[in-house]
C-alpha cells in the first residue's frame, strides 16, 4: 500500500505538476500545464457518476482536496482512470508510456495467480522501468538525486516479494481503511460515539458466533427466500421492484423475435405465436449475478444526481464467424460485446408441444443496446467507444457477465473500463456447442 499508493504515484503526480521537491524540470518536459490537471481532476470526480458504486468510493477531485484522496483511490485512479485521462496529456508521449509500462507491471502484480514466468516478467520490467524512470527524471544529474527515494529502489524487490509471500493481492491490502469504514457508520450518538462502536462491535461478535453455531453462515435462503420467478440453472438472482404494467409493442415484438431462435421456430410463425400467446412475462429492475454484481435496467431508473450508474454491461455470445459467407458451415467462436441493459424480462413459458416445449420453464432475457467500440486497449482491458445502438436486442440474461464502468474520454468519446479480469470470462469449447443438425 506504502510503496506504491502512498509513495510511487503521489510523487510522479508531484513531479507532472512541477510540485516535487523545489525542482524543476531539468532538461526534461513531463510537467503538465495546471489548467489541464484541473480539468483531469473534474473529470476524475465526474467519472463517480458513471462508474459502479461496487467499484469502490466515489472518486474525489484529487487537484482541489488532496485530503480526500486515500491508498484506495489512488489505486482505483492509477489502475482505471489515469491511463484514460493522461491520454495526450503530455508534450512528450515518451512519459506517458512509460507510466502505462508501470500499469501494465502493476495489473500482472495484482492478478489472483502468478506464473513463474510472469514473475520474471515483472522482475525486468520493473528493472527497464526504473533505468528508465532514472533517465526521464533523475537525469543523472547529482542536484536531482531527490527524485530517486528508497521506493523507487523498492520495485526491483517485488519479483523477489511474490516469490517468498505469493501474489501480492494477499498483502497489498488496505486493512485499516476498511475496517474505519466498517465501523464508521455505527457511530449513531455525536456524544456518546465510543458506546456506539462498542455496541455495534459486540452485536457483530455475536451474530457471527450465531452463524458458526448454528451452521448458518449464508442465511440468504432464509432471510429473503427467492419468490422471483428463475431457473435453478440461472446464476443471477432477481431483485425488485417488479411494477405491474404492459410491454409496449416493439418491445413484445423483439422478444419474440428472440423466443423464435432459441425455439428454432424462425419459419414457423404459427407455432410461435402460439408460444407467445401462453407465455407470462414479468419486467423487473435488478438482478444480482453470483460474483455479488447488482446490476440495474436503464429503463426503471428514476434520475438522481448522485446516483452511480449500474446499467454497463459485458456480454458474451456465440457468433458464426461465416454468417457473411451464404453457402459455409456454421463455425461458432466466442466474442465479447459492451451494451446498456434496458430491460430485465421474466418469461413463463407454458407447456407448448406444438412449438416443441415438452415441460413448463422459464428464460430470463436482457433487453440490451450495444455500445460501438471502435478501438481497444488490450494489454490495460480498456474499450473506447462513440455511439450506442437505439435498437434494444433481447439475449439471454445469463451471457451477461458483469458489470463495467465508464469514463468521458472527451466529449464525443467514452472509455469502458472493466475490473474483472480473466476469471469472469465465459470458457467455450466444442463440448459446450449448440446442437447446430435442426437449424
Known amino acids: 500500500m506504502h510503496l506504491i499508493w502512498e509513495n510511487l504515484i503521489k510523487n510522479l503526480i508531484s513531479l507532472w505538476t512541477g510540485d516535487f521537491k523545489g525542482l524543476d524540470e531539468g532538461t526534461g518536459s513531463y510537467v503538465v500545464d495546471y489548467t489541464v490537471w484541473a480539468a483531469i481532476g473534474e473529470a476524475t470526480a465526474a467519472s463517480g457518476s458513471t462508474i459502479p458504486g461496487c467499484y469502490g468510493a466515489h472518486p474525489p477531485n484529487f487537484i482541489k482536496d488532496k485530503s480526500a484522496t486515500t491508498a484506495d483511490t489512488w489505486s482505483f485512479w492509477t489502475l482505471y482512470i489515469g491511463p484514460i485521462l493522461l ?16 500499469v501494465k507491471l502493476l495489473n500482472i502484480c495484482l492478478q489472483f495467480t502468478v506464473t513463474r514466468a510472469e514473475i520474471e516478467v515483472i522482475r525486468e520490467g520493473f528493472i527497464d522501468w526504473v533505468k528508465e524512470y532514472e533517465e526521464l527524471y533523475y537525469q543523472y544529474d547529482p542536484m536531482r538525486v ?20 505469493g501474489p501480492v493481492w494477499a498483502y497489498w491490502a488496505f486493512p485499516m481503511e476498511r475496517f474505519c469504514g466498517l465501523i464508521r457508520p455505527a457511530i449513531k450518538s455525536r456524544k456518546h460515539p465510543d458506546a456506539s462502536l462498542d455496541r455495534y462491535l459486540l452485536e457483530v461478535a455475536q451474530l457471527f458466533q450465531i452463524t458458526l453455531v448454528y451452521n448458518a453462515q449464508d442465511m440468504s435462503h ?22 405491474a404494467g404492459r410491454l409496449t409493442g416493439t418491445t413484445l415484438r423483439r422478444i419474440s423475435r428472440c423466443l423464435s431462435t432459441r425455439y428454432n421456430l424462425e419459419k414457423q410463425p404459427g407455432k410461435l405465436r402460439a408460444l407467445m400467446a401462453g407465455a407470462r412475462m414479468r419486467e423487473f429492475a435488478q438482478f444480482r449475478i453470483d460474483e455479488g454484481d447488482t446490476i440495474s435496467a436503464a429503463s426503471m431508473n428514476a434520475f438522481a444526481e448522485d446516483r452511480r450508474d449500474s446499467s ?86 445469463n451471457c451477461i457477465q458483469c458489470l463495467v464502468g465508464r469514463v468521458a474520454h472527451n466529449s464525443r468519446v467514452w472509455a469502458i473500463i ?20 435442426s437449424i
Open 87 to 102: 491520454y495526450k496529456r503530455f508534450r512528450d508521449e515518451k512519459y506517458y508510456r512509460h507510466f502505462i509500462k508501470l
Open 146 to 165: 531527490s527524485t530517486c527515494p528508497l521506493t523507487v529502489h523498492a520495485l526491483l524487490h517485488i519479483a523477489d516479494m511474490i516469490v517468498l509471500w
Open 222 to 243: 432464509v432471510l429473503h427466500p427467492r419468490r422471483n420467478p428463475s431457473n435453478p440453472d440461472d446464476a443471477c438472482t432477481l431483485l425488485p421492484p417488479s411494477p
Open 312 to 397: 454497463y454491461i459485458r456480454y458474451q455470445i456465440l457468433v458464426d464467424r461465416n454468417a457473411s459467407r451464404k453457402n459455409a458451415p456454421v463455425e461458432f467462436e466466442m466474442q465479447t460485446f459492451y451494451a446498456r441493459l434496458q430491460h430485465i424480462i421474466a418469461v413463463q413459458i407454458p407447456k407448448t408441444p406444438a412449438a416443441g416445449v415438452e415441460d413448463a420453464e422459464t428464460v430470463l432475457l436482457a433487453g440490451i443496446t450495444d455500445c460501438d467500440v471502435y478501438f481497444k486497449h488490450d494489454d490495460l482491458d480498456i474499450h473506447y467507444y462513440k455511439n450506442e445502438s437505439v435498437t434494444e436486442q433481447f439475449i439471454d440474461l
Open 418 to 437: 472493466d475490473r474483472s479480469g480473466v476469471l469472469s470470462r465465459a470458457i467455450y469449447t466444442e463440448d459446450s456447442a449448440p446442437d447446430i443438425s
